[in-house]
C-alpha cells in the first residue's frame, strides 16, 4: 500500500508556542488530506479535510484559527497548532487519498503524540 | 447524519479461535462504503478488510470477512484462527458519497489469550 509520513513523531512543547505537524504523502499524489485527533483510548475525531490549494474544510467545533492546515502541494500537509494549551495535548493522524472520491483508499500516517507543558 | 455504533468496547478470544466484532451504521446515502481499521499499540491505523454497499457479496480477506446485512445496517467482522498479532483495537468506518469523510465508532479492543 502507498506510505504516509508524519514528522514529528512526537513533541514537547511549552504552553503559549506554535508546533508544526507535517504529513507527507510518498509515493502517491494526494488530492485530499484529513486531518484527525485522538484522545486516549477513544475513537479517531476527524478535525479537518483540505484539498490541495483549497481552504481546508473544518469540522464543527475546530478552530480554525487555532488548529490551521496548508495543503500547498500534492505530497504535503501541515497542521499547526498554534498557541498550544495543554488540553491541545493529544494524538493527530493525519491521512491520504489519491482523489476526492470515496471508492479511493485513505492510507493513515503513523501520527504524531503533542504534549502541551 | 451518519453514524456508526460499536457495542463491545472489550473483547477476548482465545488463540486459534473465532471472535466476531459487531457494528452498526445508519446513514442516509445510497452510496457508501464501509471498513474495519486495525489500531495496533503503535497506533498505525491499518486497512483491514472494505465493503462496498452495492456489493452483495460479503469481502474477505485471507482470515478476516465480514457479514454485511445492508437491510439492517449491519457490518461484523468475523476473525478467524486468531492470533496473538491480530491483539488491537479495531474500529468500523463508513463513508459515503455526499459526505466523504470517514466516520468511525469508538472501537473494540480485541485481546488474544494464548
Known amino acids: 500500500g502507498a506510505v504516509v509520513s508524519q514528522h514529528p513523531s512526537r513533541v514537547i512543547c511549552k504552553s503559549g508556542t506554535s508546533v508544526k505537524i507535517e504529513c507527507r504523502s510518498l509515493?502517491?499524489?494526494?488530492?485530499?488530506m484529513f486531518w484527525y485527533r485522538q484522545f486516549p483510548k477513544q475513537s479517531l475525531m476527524l478535525m479537518a479535510t483540505?484539498?490541495?490549494?483549497?481552504?481546508?474544510?473544518?469540522e464543527q467545533g475546530v478552530e480554525k484559527d487555532k488548529f490551521l492546515i496548508n495543503h500547498a502541494s500534492l505530497t504535503l500537509s501541515t497542521l499547526t497548532v498554534t498557541s498550544a494549551h495543554p488540553e491541545d495535548s493529544s494524538f493527530y493522524i493525519c491521512?491520504?487519498?489519491?482523489?476526492?472520491?470515496?471508492?479511493?483508499?485513505?492510507?493513515f500516517g503513523p501520527g504524531t503524540r503533542l504534549t502541551v507543558l | 447524519a451518519q453514524t456508526v455504533t460499536q457495542s463491545q468496547p472489550e473483547m477476548s478470544v482465545q488463540e486459534a479461535e473465532t471472535v466476531t466484532l459487531s457494528c452498526t451504521y445508519d446513514?442516509?446515502?445510497?452510496?457508501?462504503?464501509l471498513f474495519w481499521y486495525k489500531q495496533p499499540p503503535s497506533r498505525q491505523m491499518i486497512l483491514v478488510i472494505r465493503?462496498?454497499?452495492?456489493?452483495?457479496q460479503n469481502a474477505t480477506e485471507n482470515r478476516f470477512s465480514v457479514n454485511f446485512q445492508k437491510a439492517a445496517k449491519s457490518f461484523s467482522l468475523k476473525i478467524s484462527d486468531s492470533q496473538l498479532g491480530d491483539a488491537a483495537m479495531y474500529f468500523c468506518?463508513?463513508?459515503?458519497?455526499?459526505?466523504?469523510?470517514?466516520?468511525f465508532g469508538k472501537g473494540t479492543k480485541l485481546s488474544v489469550k494464548p
Open positions: 491521512s491520504a487519498r489519491s482523489g476526492q472520491g470515496i471508492n479511493n483508499e485513505q492510507f
Open positions: 509515493d502517491f499524489q494526494a488530492t485530499t
Open positions: 483540505s484539498n490541495e490549494g483549497s481552504k481546508a474544510t473544518y
Open positions: 446513514t442516509s446515502e445510497s452510496d457508501y462504503y
Open positions: 465493503q462496498e454497499a452495492y456489493k452483495q
Open positions: 468506518a463508513h463513508v459515503g458519497r455526499s459526505q466523504g469523510n470517514l466516520i
